[in-house]
């Protein structure tokens, strides 16, 4: 049953981080991509209805980390308590700025919601990159031993870690690129007029910036965890992930040359999955790694809840996982289609 939940934790990942993605991208883009306020409104006329039902993965990963692997949580919350917080704030920042930008009739007082809009995409952009960078590096993990991560040490790779490094910030500087190639590509479907050329425009920068700075940390990875490469040589399961990562790489550049955005869309979308998937089919058992010493690690079997209690929450969770997917799947074909202001009816945006 820990195998089951734990595939289950990585698939609530993956749909928060594709789903979220291209909102956390588009966002980051946000003065990029729209010079007026006409044009402003439609990018967030783009995102504004959908950001929050996206969020709904995000809840259900605490939730699933919560039932199936309390040690795992009760662990890495304490440690990554500065991180969770600046998740916390920007969460809340990038829905207040969506939220109040419309409430005063003031080019001051929406130009500073759209600065905070901005900032909130960026660093939670690269929050999550960098939180995906300490799952692989690992944390320094003791035997009994309590402890909240510093923000940094010596900016090493072993021992005494702190949050950031060279290549923790190295994950989270792909993570922006990579989202917002993905919130380009999106926009470049969703959008019309100035927006939409200029996220066509984009797009051909930062999906070869992405494939560069994935080569790049697919190098430093080696460097960090070579072990994973080993796992990942073994694992069907990573195979398919790869075979899924090669045909988005072919969907986005044959898109790229005959401008196909929904192929460009999609092939994005695979991309991530395939990244997420990849990674964690080769981390698996090993949930939290200790780079003080392997045998200190956090795995998906002693770090679980009970047998019966995973078998228990097997029966619920398949009915909320529906429901949460028709309801997301209602709302986005609610609001599909190339979005214009003259459409756009929420008027507090």
């Not at 045998?295 to 209690?309: L, M, P, Q, R, V």
Request: charged content about 10%.
């Amino acid at each position: 049953m820990a195998e089951l939940w734990y595939a289950i934790l990585c698939l609530m990942i993956t749909l928060f981080v594709v789903l979220d993605g291209w909102d956390i991208g588009a966002g980051a883009l946000h003065f990029v991509i729209a010079k007026n306020q006409d044009e402003r409104r439609i990018v967030i006329a783009a995102i504004g209805p959908l950001w929050i039902w996206h969020e709904v993965w995000l809840v259900g990963t605490a939730g699933v980390l919560f039932m199936a692997f309390p040690q795992a949580m009760a662990v890495a919350f304490p440690a990554y308590y500065l991180a969770l917080f600046l998740v916390l704030w920007t969460l809340l920042l990038r829905g207040i700025s969506l939220e109040f930008r419309g409430h005063i009739p003031s080019d001051l007082w929406r130009a500073f919601w759209d600065f905070v809009f901005v900032v909130s995409n960026v660093v939670l952009a690269l929050v999550l990159g960098a939180a995906i960078g300490n799952v692989i590096r690992g944390m320094p993990l003791k035997p009994d031993t309590p402890f909240s991560l510093p923000l940094f040490t010596d900016f090493g790779t072993r021992g005494a870690v702190g949050l950031l490094d060279w290549y923790t910030l190295s994950v989270a500087v792909f993570t922006l690129v990579c989202l917002c190639a993905h919130g380009a590509s999106y926009l470049a479907l969703r959008a019309d007029g100035e927006v939409y050329r200029r996220a066509k425009i984009l797009t051909k920068w930062l999906w070869p910036c992405t494939a560069f700075l994935l080569l790049l940390v697919s190098l430093e990875t080696y460097h960090v965890r070579p072990e994973l490469f080993t796992a990942m040589a073994g694992r069907p399961t990573a195979w398919a992930m790869l075979v899924l990562l090669t045909s988005a790489w072919a969907a986005i550049f044959t898109a790229l040359r005959s401008g196909a955005e929904t192929r460009m869309f999609f092939g994005g979308c695979a991309l991530i999955a395939g990244l997420l998937g990849a990674a964690a089919a080769s981390l698996f058992p090993v949930m939290l790694y200790s780079t003080i010493n392997p045998a200190y690690s956090i795995t998906a079997y002693n770090g679980s809840s009970s047998a019966s209690s995973l078998r228990a929450a097997a029966f619920w969770w398949p009915v909320a996982f529906a429901l949460a997917l028709l309801y997301v799947s209602f709302i986005a074909k609610y609001y599909s289609g190339r979005v214009q202001t003259s459409q756009d009816t929420h008027h507090p945006y």
